[in-house]
Nanobody, 123 residues
Framework: QVQLVESGGGLVQAGGSLRLSCAASGRTFSNYVMAWFRQAPGKEREFVAH????????SFADSVKGRFTISRDNAKNTVSLQMNSLKPEDAAIYYC????????????????WGQGTQVTVSS
C-alpha cells in the first residue's frame, strides 16, 4: 500500500504560479513512477505530467509543456508540480498517482491515488 496526500492547491490569478506537493508513505517510494493528473468539472481525468523512479525522465501533456515542471525527492518521499503562467483552463482538481508499471499516460495504469487538491484560476 502507498498512501498519497496532496497539498498546495488554492486560488490564483491567471498568469500566477502554484506549487503542488504530494507526500507518500508506505512502501518504498523510489519503486514507483509518479504522476499528476487533473479533472475539471464535467470532464474526464487527464494526464498532466509524469516522472520516472529516479527522476531522470519526465513527460508532460502538450497543454502544460513549458509551463509546468515535475520533480521528486526520493529521500523525502515527495513529488512536486510547479505550475507557472497558469491559465483559467488549468483549473481542476489535481491528483497525485503512483504506479510500478503500465502506460504512464493513462489513469488505468495507476493503482494508488491521492484525494486531490483544488486549483482555481481566476481570469
Amino acid at each position: 500500500q502507498v498512501q498519497l496526500v496532496e497539498s498546495g492547491g488554492g486560488l490564483v490569478q491567471a498568469g500566477g504560479s502554484l506549487r503542488l506537493s504530494c507526500a507518500a508513505s508506505g512502501r518504498t517510494f523510489s519503486n514507483y513512477v509518479m504522476a499528476w493528473f487533473r479533472q475539471a468539472p464535467g470532464k474526464e481525468r487527464e494526464f498532466v505530467a509524469h516522472i520516472s523512479r529516479s527522476g531522470g525522465s519526465t513527460s508532460f501533456a502538450d497543454s502544460v509543456k513549458g509551463r509546468f515542471t515535475i520533480s521528486r525527492d526520493n529521500a523525502k518521499n515527495t513529488v512536486s508540480l510547479q505550475m507557472n503562467s497558469l491559465k483559467p483552463e488549468d483549473a481542476a482538481i489535481y491528483y497525485c498517482a503512483a504506479t510500478t508499471s503500465g502506460s504512464y499516460y493513462v489513469t488505468s495504469a495507476y493503482r494508488y491515488w491521492g484525494q486531490g487538491t483544488q486549483v482555481t484560476v481566476s481570469s
